[in-house]
């Protein structure tokens, strides 16, 4: 069985490589997007099963993401969980009935993501209330 791919996006050049390390444990393919044009490609190319972003960044942010997400049936299969410095409860409300399989707050439990990541990979994704 093929290795799934793990998209980690974030402008953060230290967490996508801390995020990289952590989860090529858990036997993961990962890539990585330093924003949300980088993540759109690599998700219109086909080979992501999971995105692991952060909202904010420059250039195309992650609600943009979103967004663009939404209007394309093809990468609305793609699972998503939001890392965010933001408020949780304030970024739940702003994404509620986006598809949005989890949102984790920085700093974040690597156990946690790789718990969501590892219950999430590999299922559609799923329009009920945001887990926070």
Not at 19 to 48: D, H, I, K, P, T
Not at 74 to 103: E, F, H, K, Q, Y
């Amino acid at each position: 069985m093929a290795q799934r791919c793990v998209l980690i996006v974030d402008d953060d050049a230290g967490i996508r490589c801390l995020l990289v390390a952590y989860l090529r444990r858990g036997g993961f393919r990962l890539c990585e997007a330093r924003n949300g044009r980088e993540a759109l490609a690599q998700m219109r190319g086909g080979a992501v099963d999971l995105v692991v972003m952060d909202l904010m960044m420059p250039e195309v942010n992650g609600w943009d993401v979103l967004r663009e997400r939404a209007a394309e049936p093809s990468l609305r299969r793609i699972p998503v969980i939001v890392i965010t410095a933001n408020n949780v409860r304030d970024v739940a409300n702003g994404l509620a009935g986006w598809c949005i399989a989890a949102i984790l707050p920085k700093p974040f439990d690597l156990e946690t993501l790789m718990t969501t990541i590892t219950a999430t990979i590999g299922r559609p994704p799923f329009c009920a209330p945001v887990a926070a």
